[in-house]
């Protein structure tokens, strides 16, 4: 992009459908049910009516992965939590643009490739697709443009440049006057820093507050939060005027001496002569021609305004990215002039007694050793189906019920076809509007996407269907309009279990799974005919072989139902 091109105008035409990469499910015409949406924002700690800026269009913008090494459950929480947001948001008949970074380029890479003998560029491209997979695994839909850091330099160098100009960021120098490659965000020349994380202390410096005044700060604000998941969050996560050393993000005092206050936060990197030739970029911030790159909290300022523009709806992420990342972006985005995100959320984390999981801390879970031990689905509801703001304490009772959802909806849904002689299309599942949903999950939903409530009304449609089925004179319309109804609440959430997404996984696993359909559909056929011949203990004696085998008979008015007994 040259210099003379307008970003604004940029993100304009990255916003039309013909420019798209990946277009995610299609919206419908905008419901009725889309104007009593309400979404909590971090930044105002209130929940109220969401009005999107561009009538009939979302843009938000979810930081994605530092692909330094394999993601753990921490960074899909995270994306199945905006996945569900964003399918939501479709449902309700929005057009949305779904952008999410990739961090190719950052110190933790150049030092993890450093250690294991790589090209940084190397480790990077594969955990992307590590990371990549995962998401397909679990459902999680692509974004609809996926920038990379080391694709956007010209944009962040601009940024760079517009900060300096407007007053808001300078260049260190040497003794002669020549730049050094180092560039800062001067974060006493912005009035508001720490809007985001809710803090007074403004532009005075942290260590001018004395203690008492810090933790009055914090306790103030956290009285004021309007529920307990807010609370929580403010507690635990991160914020501008934290006492000590935040665990999450540990400082890089490395550069003290180079800052004019000690809050100032790197906006350009100075090339090392310890780092590889080709992790630098060339610039000219007035100063003569540097080489370095960029600091991590300039890039999604840079993509968010390339793909979405100036001012955009939401931006979302981690809860441990609010402060220092999310706090800085805001800054160095408004102080470029830019209204930048209308709406920040913030998903809470996977918690293992009360403490985050991560494998900086050494209790991190990788996505991979998780579905040894489970199905994608079943790992998909464990973490969606706990409110996003709401810590997700994780341990095997987690699974456990994961595993029995999973049974319960699946027994339901292969009941309920049979009953019906067939299942509704998906494409019927995927295009029923909001407005034609089940209210109370419409309300759920619209109520800063109360997923636990969701799945609530889902159950109960669940258990009042399988109650009429039980009556062989139950009209079939009727259960095939509650079935539809299900199928597609559930595909709101991603879970619906006949997408394709988890028929591929269930193919994966074909080979046993029909070898045991085989062997029990076998016995009940033999129970059957036992019965027609008045052989009751026979055919107690088949039943009751089945049990021990952990195979549970449920007699219906359409004929014998089988499935796995839960396992406690």
């Given at each position: 992009?040259?210099?003379?091109?307008?970003?604004s105008?940029?993100?304009s035409q990255?916003a039309?459908?013909?420019?798209r990469v990946?277009?995610g499910?299609?919206?419908?015409?905008?419901?009725?049910?889309a104007?009593?949406?309400?979404v909590?924002?971090t930044e105002s700690?209130?929940?109220?009516?969401?009005h999107?800026?561009?009538?009939?269009q979302v843009r938000?913008y979810?930081?994605?992965?530092t692909v330094q090494?394999?993601?753990?459950i921490?960074?899909m929480?995270?994306a199945?939590a905006?996945d569900?947001?964003r399918r939501?948001?479709t449902?309700?008949g929005?057009?949305?643009v779904?952008v999410?970074n990739?961090?190719d380029i950052d110190?933790?890479?150049?030092?993890?490739a450093a250690?294991a003998?790589q090209r940084?560029?190397a480790?990077?491209?594969?955990?992307?697709r590590v990371?990549t997979?995962a998401?397909a695994?679990?459902?999680?839909?692509?974004?609809?443009?996926e920038?990379h850091?080391t694709?956007?330099?010209?944009?962040?160098?601009a940024?760079?440049k517009r900060?300096?100009?407007r007053?808001?960021?300078y260049?260190?120098?040497d003794?002669?006057?020549?730049?050094?490659?180092?560039?800062?965000f001067s974060?006493p020349?912005?009035?508001?820093?720490g809007?985001?994380t809710?803090?007074?202390s403004?532009?005075?410096?942290?260590n001018s507050?004395?203690?008492?005044q810090?933790?009055?700060t914090?306790?103030?604000?956290a009285?004021t939060?309007?529920?307990e998941d807010a609370?929580?969050a403010?507690?635990?996560?991160p914020?501008v005027d934290q006492?000590?050393?935040d665990?999450?993000?540990p400082?890089d005092?490395?550069?003290?001496n180079?800052k004019?206050?000690?809050?100032d936060?790197?906006?350009w990197k100075?090339?090392k002569?310890?780092e590889?030739a080709d992790?630098?970029w060339?610039?000219?911030?007035?100063h003569?021609i540097?080489w370095?790159?960029?600091?991590?909290?300039?890039?999604?300022?840079?993509?968010?305004h390339r793909y979405l523009?100036?001012?955009?709806?939401?931006?979302?992420g981690?809860?441990?990215l609010?402060f220092?990342?999310h706090?800085n972006?805001?800054?160095?985005s408004r102080a470029?002039?830019?209204g930048f995100?209308?709406?920040?959320?913030?998903?809470?984390w996977?918690?293992?007694?009360?403490?985050k999981?991560?494998?900086?801390?050494?209790?991190g879970?990788?996505v991979?050793?998780l579905l040894?031990?489970c199905s994608?689905?079943?790992a998909?509801?464990?973490?969606a189906?706990?409110h996003?703001?709401a810590m997700l304490?994780w341990?095997?009772?987690?699974l456990?019920?994961?595993t029995?959802a999973?049974e319960r909806?699946t027994?339901?849904?292969s009941?309920?076809?049979e009953y019906?002689?067939g299942q509704?299309s998906?494409?019927?599942?995927t295009t029923?509007?909001?407005?034609?949903?089940?209210h109370?999950?419409?309300?759920a939903?619209?109520?800063?996407?109360?997923v636990?409530?969701?799945?609530?009304?889902?159950?109960?449609?669940?258990?009042?269907?399988?109650?009429?089925m039980?009556n062989?004179?139950?009209?079939?319309?009727?259960?095939r309009a509650n079935?539809?109804?299900?199928?597609a609440?559930?595909?709101?959430?991603?879970?619906?279990?006949?997408?394709?997404v988890?028929k591929?996984?269930?193919?994966e696993q074909?080979?046993e799974?029909e070898?045991?359909?085989?062997?029990?559909?076998s016995?009940?056929?033999?129970?059957?005919q036992?019965?027609a011949?008045?052989?009751f203990?026979?055919?107690?004696?088949?039943?009751?072989?089945?049990t021990?085998?952990?195979?549970?008979?449920?007699?219906t008015a359409?004929?014998?139902?089988?499935?796995v007994k839960?396992?406690d």
């Open positions: 992009m040259s210099e003379n091109t307008s970003l105008d940029t993100a990255i039309d459908p013909a420019y990946s277009e499910p299609t919206p419908q015409k905008v419901s009725k049910q104007a009593t949406l309400r909590y924002n700690h209130t929940t109220s009516a969401f999107p800026l561009t009538p009939g938000m979810v930081c994605g992965a090494s394999a993601p753990h921490g960074h929480r995270a199945v905006f569900v947001v939501w948001l449902r309700l929005y057009d949305v779904f999410r990739v961090t110190d933790k890479i150049l030092a993890k250690q003998n940084w560029w480790r990077a491209y594969h955990y992307e990371f997979h998401y695994q679990l459902g999680v839909i692509p974004p609809t443009y920038p850091a694709g956007e330099m010209p944009e962040m160098i940024l760079v900060l300096i100009e007053g808001h960021a260049e260190v120098l003794a002669a006057g020549h730049g050094t490659g180092n560039v800062y974060v020349s912005w009035p508001d820093y809007a985001l809710h803090q007074t403004g532009t005075l410096s942290s507050l004395l203690p008492a810090q933790t009055n914090v306790a103030a604000h009285v939060t309007e529920d609370r929580i403010d507690e635990m996560g914020s006492v000590g050393e665990k999450y993000n400082s005092d490395s550069d003290a180079l004019r206050d000690p809050r936060f790197a906006l100075a090339a002569d310890s590889p992790a630098r060339q610039a000219d911030f007035g003569g540097v370095g790159r960029p600091g991590w909290h300039l890039e999604c300022s840079a993509m968010s523009g100036d001012d955009f709806d939401i931006h979302g981690g809860l441990d609010r220092p990342h706090e972006e805001m800054a160095q470029a002039g830019w995100a209308h709406t920040w959320m913030h998903s809470a996977v918690t293992a007694k009360g403490e999981m991560s494998k900086s801390l050494g209790n879970l990788a991979d050793a040894a031990h994608a689905w079943v998909r509801y464990a973490l189906s706990v996003y703001r304490e341990s095997d009772r987690t456990q019920e994961a029995a999973y909806i027994r339901f849904v009941a309920a076809g019906i002689h509704p998906r494409e019927e599942i029923l509007s909001a407005d034609n949903l089940e109370a999950f419409v309300d939903m619209n109520e800063d996407f109360a636990s409530q969701a799945l609530g009304v889902i159950f109960a449609t669940i258990r009042e269907t399988n109650q009429l039980q062989a004179n139950t009209e079939q319309e009727k259960v079935l539809v109804q299900v199928r609440m559930l595909d709101c959430l991603g879970l619906d279990p006949l997408s394709p988890w591929q996984e269930k193919t074909a080979p799974h070898a045991l359909e085989a062997l029990v559909s016995q009940l056929q033999a129970r059957q036992a019965r011949e008045r052989n203990a026979l055919a107690d004696q088949i039943r009751d072989n089945l021990a085998a952990g195979i549970v008979v449920e007699d359409q004929g014998p139902r089988w499935s839960k396992v």
